[in-house]
């Protein structure tokens, strides 16, 4: 990195001086020292966006509004994602460009893709599956093909994961 480090603190809604937004997210990193020089060269290990498994999940602040709609049961739209809570059902709905990705219930989620499998759709899931399922559940890609990480247990004290292919309707129970 050209002899120097970019140091990223944490990720917080900033104004447009003094940050760097990766992704068009709105969500930007607070950057402490020089910056503009060496973003074209940051090493994808060093960008917050790079988490593996074991580390906590950044979630999108829209992600995070998402997630406490439907905690609270409430109905609750803002740019392209929406939930609805069906009182009747006692289910929540959440959709993405109107399609279908989710259903939350007190007991289960269901998973669609909305018949797109893009990395908003993925990032959507993810923070469902962060929010409302076990630690290290979600939805990944691997050679242009979407699968979804389920929990099966712990042996001598590590978490077993089983890897299934991504059907619509998968239900995380």
Known sequence: MLGHMLRISQLIPLGKENSYDSRGSGT???VMGPVWPYIGHMRREHHPASLNHTSPILMRKIESQMCAAIHNNQNWSNANTTVHFN?????SVVRL???????VTDDTMTIFDGGYQSNTTKSRLNALCTE???????VFQKDFQWYVRLFVGAINGKN?????????????A
Request: glycine share 12%; hydrophobic share 30%; charged share 25%.
């Open 28 to 30: 930007r990193a607070l």
């Open 87 to 91: 009182e009747e059902e006692n289910v």
């Open 97 to 103: 460009h109107g399609n279908k990705i989710a259903e």
């Open 132 to 138: 409302f399922c076990v630690a290290g559940e979600g």
């Open 160 to 172: 077993v994961y089983k890897n299934d292919t991504f059907t619509n309707g998968y239900t995380f």
